[in-house]
């Protein structure tokens, strides 16, 4: 009888326990939006930059090519005067932008390949 009572006691506390409150009114915070990362002027797919940026080439003319890295894709038209033969640009997921440009040079052909709108690597 004893254990009945403590049961019933038990669950009319947890009842109480669970009474329903009055609902307090939802303050929603702004939501932040999406907003597409901007890297500065980029080459597009026919080798053209999207903006028109301002750049001395002739400190990079005649160096290897690791004196080029973390220079942009508009830079890199630039130092060579022209489009490149062929952009493919995307996404991976070590970055939110990878570019690659084509150009025929005299030693041959040469791959830029761009990360987030800086050079990381050229393939010869």
Partial sequence: MKLQIALIIAGVMMVAGCAPERAKPVVSA??????TPSFGAVVDESGQCSETIQFDSS????????ALFG?????????????????MSGASQQSR???????????????????DNRLKRVVR
């Fill in 71 to 87: 220079l942009s894709e508009c830079q890199i038209v630039a130092l060579h005067g022209e489009a490149p033969l062929s952009v």
């Fill in 97 to 115: 932008r990878e570019t690659t440009m084509l150009y025929m040079e005299t030693n041959g052909k040469a791959v830029y390949l761009f990360s």
């Fill in 59 to 66: 400190p990079y003319k005649g160096k290897p090519d690791e």
């Fill in 30 to 35: 702004p939501v932040a939006q999406a907003q």
